[in-house]
């Protein structure tokens, strides 16, 4: 199985920061890569897919980028609204697998 | 508006059985892949299972290949996911899903439904 490793496993950050999170993959996947947002108790919503493609109707703050096994995600300016935990994700092999998810605070 | 709704969770004892049910609404059920992807209390997401929009192919996690079964009636728009000798490490929420690209499994997720709550418990 293809493992994804996502850095950090949590952040605080205030109003109005950068946020980056990272996501390596253990083999090359291409740009076979998306990126969820889970608020506390609900399901998962998909944000970018393949790597750097945002989602339709959200916010053009969120972004990514990467190929093979890099990726990046970013909020080019923290919100109170985005709070959540953060998941990559594969789908180049079976079984698609998740990175372990980076939780996202304000500061 | 899309929408998966899942229901048919609850508790049941160590080697029981449950269904799961997902009915979908809002687009053409039949022509697409749907999965099967569980979280377990305060953990990530766990992909289960998946089968093509005609239901012909199917595809397994290893930690549930031989005890659980997925499969869908497109003329009830409804997945389903029938599930054996349940463990206590299958305690999770389980969450329908569908795939994005089209009748054949991509394994990508762009619309989730709600969970249903599964527990393992004597």
């Known amino acids: 199985d293809i493992q994804m490793t996502q850095s950090p496993s949590s952040l605080s950050a205030s109003v109005g920061d950068r946020v980056t999170i990272t996501c390596q993959a253990s083999q090359d996947i291409s740009n076979y890569l998306n990126w969820y947002q889970q608020k506390p108790g609900k399901a998962p919503k998909l944000l970018i897919y393949d790597a750097s493609n945002l989602e339709t109707g959200v916010p053009s703050r969120f972004s990514g980028s990467g190929s093979g096994t890099d990726f990046t995600f970013t909020i080019s300016s923290l919100q109170p609204e985005d709070i959540a935990t953060y998941y990559c994700?594969?789908?180049?092999?079976?079984?698609?697998?998740f990175g372990q998810g980076t939780k996202v605070e304000i500061k | 508006e899309v929408q998966l709704l899942e229901s048919g969770g609850g508790l049941v004892q160590p080697g029981g059985s449950l269904r799961l049910s997902c009915a979908a609404s809002g687009f053409t059920f039949s022509s697409y892949a749907m999965s099967w992807v569980r979280q377990a209390p305060g953990k990530g997401l766990e992909w289960v299972s998946a089968?093509?929009?005609?239901?012909?192919?199917?595809y397994y996690a290893d930690s549930v290949k031989g005890r659980f079964t997925i499969s869908r009636d497109n003329s009830k728009n409804t997945l389903y996911l029938q599930m054996n000798s349940l463990r206590a490490e299958d305690t999770a929420v389980y969450y329908c899903a569908k795939d994005p690209g089209g009748s054949y499994y991509v394994g990508a997720f762009d619309i989730w439904g709600q969970g249903t709550m599964v527990t393992v418990s004597s």
């Open positions: 089968i093509s929009g005609s239901g012909g192919s199917t």
């Open positions: 994700q594969q789908y180049d092999n079976l079984p698609p697998t």
